[in-house]
């Protein structure tokens, strides 16, 4: 017996001084307040999966801060609900410029690239850049994001925050706005943040063009392989020059929406 007590005894204080766990005590400490959670299953095992080229890519733990709540923030890959062609649901959301917006606020551009998106994500942050540029550089095309992400327990999501994020020009697209029932985002099928959606303005309104990744960064410390969403710049231009999208669905990843209970 007393032999079991000392085996646990040593185990203990073997796994308490390991450099795994004194990192995740590290990154607890460094974090105050915003104190982190790991990803479910990531410390204990890493998970494989195969992308397009039929390469595996593999996953290393991820950290996110927690909501006020103490709910973990998952990570999620973008799903295909919409299939190309679909015209794209409708809505009526507020802006943070105070307006409402529909899709028919935007008929004078030739396409329409919506984002789910969020204000505090570490993923959806990382795109904001490559998102304002777009908006920038294609007048043509339409930047509208959507914030669907339960504010109560995420305070950062706030429409307030919103707000200030587009007043000191962090975000710069067409229109920001809230989808504060999450009725749009399910409607879309939207799962993640950002998950973007590119639509044809045709004369059966706005079809669906291309849902997925804006470029092959797919976590907030790498960078793209060309310019900053090259792969969704590829897309608009071929959909602005009314040619046929060639382009295979490659999922979008970021943290998964915020649904309300």
Not at 121 to 133: G, H, I, T, V
């Amino acid at each position: 017996m007393l032999s079991a007590v000392l085996t646990i005894v040593s185990t203990h204080r073997y796994l308490q001084n390991t450099p795994l766990t004194n990192m995740f005590a590290s990154r607890r400490r460094r974090c105050g307040r915003g104190a982190v959670a790991v990803h479910r299953g990531a410390v204990a095992e890493r998970t494989k999966r195969s992308t397009a080229s039929g390469s595996e890519q593999l996953f290393s733990p991820t950290f996110f801060p927690l909501g006020s709540k103490g709910s973990r923030m998952a990570l999620e890959e973008s799903t295909q609900e919409l299939e190309r062609g679909e015209q794209a649901p409708d809505f009526e959301l507020p802006g943070t410029d105070d307006e409402q917006y529909s899709l028919s606020d935007f008929e004078g551009y030739e396409a329409l690239l919506l984002v789910f998106t969020c204000n505090h994500c570490p993923y959806a942050k990382a795109k904001m850049d490559a998102l304002n540029a777009i908006a920038a550089d294609y007048e043509e095309v339409a930047v509208v994001g959507i914030n669907p992400n339960d504010a109560e327990e995420y305070p950062g999501d706030s429409f307030e925050r919103m707000r200030e994020l587009v007043s000191e020009g962090t975000i710069a697209y067409d229109a920001y706005l809230r989808d504060e029932s999450q009725t749009v985002a399910r409607a879309y099928g939207a799962t993640c943040t950002p998950d973007p959606f590119l639509f044809s303005n045709t004369d059966a309104g706005f079809t669906l063009a291309y849902h997925g990744r804006l470029d092959d960064a797919m976590s907030p410390d790498e960078d793209p392989s060309g310019e900053p969403g090259f792969e969704m710049r590829a897309v608009s231009d071929a959909v602005l020059a009314d040619e046929p999208v060639e382009t295979a669905f490659r999922p979008s990843r970021g943290c998964s929406i915020k649904w309300k209970e």
